[in-house]
């Protein structure tokens, strides 16, 4: 496979069955998968491809300009197993908690409280609704923490559940963490409203859909144009990821515009957006939520 190549999760509408494939396809970290042409005999198998993860490159029109691609790497680096302290989380830290009991779609966000090198980590309790979440010493999650662009993953065991003097859990401390660094340019598909501000904090002035993101930029589709290549406009929408739905508001610059017609016949612009302004919160969420999209049967 060619370097410098961005990629994006296929969707199952994607593969028309008894139809050679209009493009290679390649798992998560850019191994060839299946040559352009190959023809997809049954659901059954359109079905296996898609839950084990299945990618294309981005078509042109798709692409605007991706933001913050690194030189020598524009893929997700294969899976390391790291020392939990390598990461250098410091407390206050964001810390997902998922019950890793059948059945159970939760996700919690909690804060790092601190840890004790091959003792425990502590956090604190997870709430909802303003209200502390029932947990049990024994039970088994999850954990998902982020370093920068590296997210990593364990399992970890509840040791013990303190209330005084404040709530807060004992994990168990991981024999290592299986950690991805997740470049800017790697895209979710996804299908969000989103409005145009004429400012920050101002009036909406248009509404369009994006349909792909990265934590670096979007890709915006809208019927009326909003901005020239270089110009900075203004945007706000919503995603959720679990149980959590965040409301997104950002500056992006303008890196490419593309006139074309759409499935329904009407004309409407694409732009390709880099983010400007995300702040750490904002950016651990679009961090998670690509994640979320790509590598959902990961953990």
Do not use: C
């Amino acid at each position: 496979m060619p370097e410098q190549k961005d990629l994006v999760r296929v969707r199952a509408s994607e593969i028309v069955i008894g139809q050679p494939l209009p493009w290679s396809a390649y798992d998560a970290n850019g191994r060839l998968l299946l040559n352009r042409g190959i023809v997809v005999q049954s659901m059954n198998q359109v079905s296996g491809l898609i839950q084990r993860g299945l990618f294309r490159e981005v078509f042109g029109r798709e692409r605007g300009e991706a933001p913050e691609v690194v030189a020598d790497e524009s893929r997700v680096k294969a899976a390391e197993l790291l020392p939990f302290e390598s990461l250098k989380l410091v407390p206050g830290e964001v810390v997902q908690l998922q019950p890793l009991a059948a059945g159970s779609k939760e996700t919690y966000s909690v804060r790092l409280v601190g840890y004790s090198k091959g003792r425990s980590i502590m956090t604190s309790l997870p709430e909802t609704g303003g209200k502390l979440v029932h947990i049990s010493d024994g039970q088994t999650f999850a954990v998902r923490v982020f370093s920068g662009l590296v997210i990593g993953t364990f399992s970890a065991k509840v040791l013990k559940v303190q209330h005084a003097p404040y709530p807060y859990l004992h994990l168990s401390y991981p024999a290592g963490v299986q950690t991805m660094r997740l470049r800017k340019s790697m895209r979710a598909v996804v299908e969000l409203e989103t409005v145009i501000y004429d400012k920050e904090g101002g009036s909406p002035v248009a509404t369009g859909l994006i349909n792909d993101i990265s934590v670096g930029g979007a890709r915006l589709l809208i019927g009326k144009p909003i901005g020239r290549k270089d110009q900075t406009v203004y945007l706000g929408f919503k995603a959720q990821v679990g149980e959590i739905e965040e409301a997104v508001q950002v500056s992006a610059a303008v890196r490419s515009v593309v006139a074309e017609t759409g499935a329904d016949g009407q004309p409407r612009n694409v732009y390709g957006l880099q983010f400007e302004s995300l702040n750490q919160h904002q950016q651990l969420f679009l961090m998670n939520l690509v994640y979320k999209l790509i590598y959902k049967d990961t953990i």
